[in-house]
C-alpha cells in the first residue's frame, strides 16, 4: 500500500500531538514516492508566516513617536481597550504625515516613564481579561524605529504584536558532519510550553529582549536549551537574518530572526536545562526538509531558518522552480 503523506494542514498556538516515529517516518525519502520533491510545500510554509498581511493597511493604524511609526495597533484594540487610558493613549484623528495615528500623551516624557505606565496599563488589560493577553513573562522588547535605535520605551514580550512593533530573536542550527554527510539536531518542544507545544525546533532559540546583545543571548540560550557550553557556542557563526509579517486578529507580528550556525562535535548531546525542550534527535539534514516540506510538525518560523540552512548549504539550488522567490520570501517582513 503506498504510503500518505501526513497533511499539511497547518498548526495553530494549541499544538497537536506527534511521536519521533512519525517525524522520522515522514522524513524518508521513499515515504512518498510520488513525492515531486519540489519547493510548494518549502512556500506552503512561509505563506502561513506571512498571513493576513494585506489587512494591515485597512485594520491597524501607525503608533508614533516623535515623528517615527515604531508600530501598529489594530483599531478593534485602540478602540475596545486602549483609548479609555486617556492619560497614557492619544489618538489622532490626522495630520499631514501619517494621517490617523496613534501616540503616547506627551506628559509620558522619558523611555522609563513611558514603560512603566504602559506596563500597568497591560497588566491591567490582562488581569481583566486572562485570554486578551496570555503569557504574561516579565520580559520586556524594546520599542524603537530599527534594530539598536534607542527605544522610546519598552514593553512587555506576551504584548509585543498587540502593539505591532519589531521583534528580534536568535535562532540557530546545530549541525554535526559525518561520512561527508550533515545532520542537524532537532529538538521538540515541552508539551508545556504556551506558544505551540510539542512542536518541532531547530536547536536553539529565544527571543530579544531589551539591553541585551545578539551575541549574549545566543549564549545564554545555548546553555539554558541545549547543555551547550560556552567554549562550543562562542564559535556560533552569524550568517544572516530570516524576516516575516502576519496578521492574527489584533495582533500584527513583525518577526525579524538572527540566524546562526553551531558545527558541533560528533560526540556532543544536548541537554535541556530549563524545562523548554523534551528531547532531541539527530537527524539528516535532507530529511529535516523532507519534514518541513511535507508535514505541519515545524513550529514555523523556525522552519524558515532551516530553508535559510538549506539555501545556504546547497540543499535548494538554482535549478530547482521558484528558486529565486523562495530565497526572497525569506525576507517578507521589514528588516530595519
Not at 499544538?15 to 514516492?33: E, K, L, N
Not at 540566524?259 to 556532543?268: H, K, R, S
Request: hydrophobic content about 40%; charged content about 20%.
Amino acid at each position: 500500500m503506498m504510503a500518505m503523506i501526513i497533511p499539511l494542514a497547518l498548526p495553530n498556538k494549541i499544538g497537536f500531538s506527534f511521536t519521533w516515529d512519525d517525524v522520522v517516518q515522514a522524513s524518508q525519502p521513499d515515504y512518498a514516492p510520488n513525492d515531486s520533491s519540489d519547493l510548494s510545500g518549502f512556500f506552503e510554509k512561509i505563506k502561513y508566516c506571512n498571513r493576513g498581511s494585506s489587512e494591515i493597511k485597512s485594520e491597524f493604524i501607525p503608533l508614533v513617536m516623535e515623528d517615527q511609526i515604531v508600530g501598529c495597533i489594530h483599531n478593534g484594540f485602540f478602540d475596545n481597550y486602549l483609548r479609555r487610558f486617556k492619560d497614557v493613549f492619544v489618538f489622532v484623528p490626522s495630520d499631514s504625515r501619517f494621517g490617523t495615528n496613534v501616540t503616547l500623551n506627551k506628559t509620558l516624557s522619558t523611555p522609563e516613564e513611558r514603560t512603566r505606565v504602559v506596563g500597568n496599563v497591560i497588566k491591567c488589560l490582562a488581569e481583566e481579561e486572562k485570554e486578551l493577553i496570555p503569557g504574561i513573562r516579565n520580559e520586556l522588547y524594546p520599542v524603537a524605529p530599527s534594530f539598536g535605535s534607542p527605544p522610546y520605551f519598552s514593553v512587555e514580550r506576551a504584548a509585543a504584536t498587540y502593539f505591532g512593533i519589531k521583534a528580534y530573536g536568535v535562532h540557530m542550527n546545530g549541525f554535526v558532519k559525518r561520512d561527508g554527510e550533515k545532520f542537524l539536531w532537532i529538538g521538540k518542544r515541552s508539551p508545556m510550553k504556551q506558544t505551540f507545544p510539542g512542536m518541532l525546533d531547530h536547536l536553539v532559540a529565544g527571543g530579544l529582549p531589551h539591553g541585551m546583545s545578539c551575541v549574549a543571548n545566543l549564549i545564554k540560550e545555548c546553555e539554558e536549551e541545549a547543555g551547550i557550553p560556552l567554549s562550543l557556542s562562542n564559535q556560533a557563526m552569524s550568517v544572516g537574518a530570516v524576516s516575516y509579517v502576519h496578521v492574527d486578529g489584533y495582533r500584527y507580528e513583525r518577526g525579524v530572526l538572527f540566524c546562526y550556525d553551531l558545527e558541533l562535535p560528533g560526540g556532543f548531546i544536548p541537554k535541556n536545562q530549563d524545562g523548554e525542550v523534551e528531547s532531541f534527535k539527530l537527524i539528516p539534514v535532507e530529511n529535516v526538509a523532507n519534514v518541513i516540506r511535507r508535514t505541519q510538525f515545524f513550529k514555523p518560523n523556525c522552519s524558515l531558518v532551516i530553508m535559510d540552512f538549506l539555501f545556504r548549504h546547497g540543499y535548494i539550488g538554482p535549478e530547482c522552480l521558484g528558486y529565486l522567490d523562495l530565497l526572497q520570501s525569506l525576507r517578507s517582513g521589514d528588516t530595519s
